[in-house]
């Protein structure tokens, strides 16, 4: 409509159409990686992932936007916590759950990680301090394109596609794990991933 002849609107005209673009480039790619998983095109890499790196990995990737609400990342470390996954798909499942961990807190809120390893199984706990889950949505926060608070998708910074969840999922049940969320309103969530053991990982490594 002409804005682009007038120099005082254009740039700011073009940096919002940027953002948009952005925005459309995030959603295509999470469609895509959902529908892939979903139909059994992606082929799995297993090998033996050292969950301390790859968490390590992830909080330094989210150190700034962590920075900015002053949340602080926390990570119990246990170098016996190794899970055979494939990198890619996993690193994918926990950037999403960290990412929630931190946009979803509250100000000055914490994210903390550990491990409970058993004979056969290895669970990672994602445990944020922010505003919870209310019980009712706890069971569809899976569902694509699921949101709680439909107005967070007008919150600057906040607006997810909400399929966050249903790719990790698909991620966890192709590599035979499993998932459960406790939480309560106003005190935060925990996301637990439940792994088998890597046998003989130790020696594979
Ligand atoms: P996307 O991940 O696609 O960018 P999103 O974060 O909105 O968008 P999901 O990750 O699927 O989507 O999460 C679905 C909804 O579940 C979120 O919109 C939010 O309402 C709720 N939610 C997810 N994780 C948490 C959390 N740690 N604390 C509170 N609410 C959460
Ligand atoms: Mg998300």
Redo the contacts with the bound molecule.
């Keep these: 409509d002409g804005a682009i002849d007038d120099k005082s609107v254009r740039q700011r005209f073009l940096k919002k159409a940027a953002k948009s673009l952005d925005g459309l480039d995030v959603l295509v790619h999470d469609l895509l990686s959902l529908s892939q998983i979903e139909a059994g095109e992606v082929q799995l890499h297993p090998e033996p992932i050292e969950l301390d790196e790859l968490i390590t990995d992830i909080f330094d990737q989210f150190e700034g936007k962590a920075q900015k609400k002053s949340v602080s990342l926390a990570l119990v470390e246990n170098p016996d916590a190794i899970v055979r996954a494939d990198i890619k798909l996993i690193y994918q499942a926990f950037v999403?759950l960290i990412?929630?961990a931190i946009?979803y807190n509250v100000e000055g809120g914490k994210v903390k990680v550990h491990y409970k390893l058993r004979d056969k199984t290895i669970d990672v706990f994602i445990k944020d301090s922010g505003k919870g889950i209310p019980s009712e949505d706890i069971g569809r926060v899976f569902e694509r394109f699921y949101r709680v608070e439909k107005s967070r998708n007008k919150i600057k910074d906040k607006g997810?596609t909400g399929l966050?969840?249903a790719i990790v999922k698909h991620i966890l049940t192709r590599h035979k794990a499993r998932l459960a969320i406790t939480s309560s309103v106003g005190e935060g969530a925990t996301f637990t991933t439940r792994y088998a053991q890597a046998a003989l990982v130790k020696s594979v490594k």
Excluded: A, R
């Design positions: 999403n990412s929630n946009k997810g966050g969840l």
